[in-house]
Structure formats: C-alpha cells, structure tokens
Nanobody, 120 residues
Framework: VQLQASGGGLVLAGSSLTLSCAASGRTSRIHTLGWFRQALGKEREFVAGLLWNGDYTWCADSVTGRFAASRDNLQMNSLKPEDTAVYYC????????????????????WGQGTQVTVSS
C-alpha cells in the first residue's frame, strides 16, 4: 500500500482547506485510514480516522466540529494558526476492536506529508 497526501498550502485563519490522500497498490487490504499532523518541534498527533468503507469516523477533540475525514479527503474548516503542521495520511490493514486507533503505531503504512500553514 502506498499513500500520498497532497493539497496543503498557506491560508489565512478562518479559511478552509481540503487535503487529499491518494492510495495505490493493494488498497483492498486497507481497513482503516488515519490522518495525523506534526508541528515543528512537536510529536506527531492524531487528527482523524475512518473505516475504509466509510461507515465510521472519529476525530481528535481539537478538531471536532471543524475537520471531517472521508475516504479520499480531509476537509478542514475554520482553520487556526495552531493547525499549522505537516499533515500525513496513514493506513492500517488489521481489524481492531474497542477504542478506535489513534496512535502512530496503530498504523502501518504512511505517505509523505503535506505542509499546512495557517497565518493569523
């Protein structure tokens, strides 16, 4: 499975931006897709996740109500300067039970990130 995130850019606070995640290879194996971000000097953090079939999505508290994940995109609304980071999409092929995956090591496949910069 290969992943590539795209769509980042420089925007003003309050703007919207849509990131895309292009998946290739054995995509039939993907069970869960995740979005993470890493700000300069900080740990990579979970942003949003969804089942590959689209039946269930979940978000970090910091973006709930502003971001929405779909199979191909991460729609980001009402962007804030603190959303500035490199954004990555990731995939997991294993099934999971209980709490949805939100940690970096819950995902096996990673794409190169795309920079999102939000200016105030």
């Amino acid at each position: 499975v290969q992943l590539q995130a795209s769509g980042g850019g420089l925007v003003l606070a309050g703007s919207s931006l849509t990131l895309s995640c292009a998946a290739s290879g054995r995509t039939s194996r993907i069970h869960t897709l995740g979005w993470f971000r890493q700000a300069l000097g900080k740990e990579r953090e979970f942003v949003a996740g969804l089942l590959w079939n689209g039946d269930y999505t979940w978000c970090a508290d910091s973006v709930t109500g502003r971001f929405a994940a779909s199979r191909d995109n991460l729609q980001m609304n009402s962007l804030k300067p603190e959303d500035t980071a490199v954004y990555y999409c990731a995939a997991r092929t294993q099934y999971w039970w209980g709490d949805p995956p939100t940690k970096r090591d819950h995902f096996t496949y990673w794409g190169q990130g795309t920079q999102v910069t939000v200016s105030s």
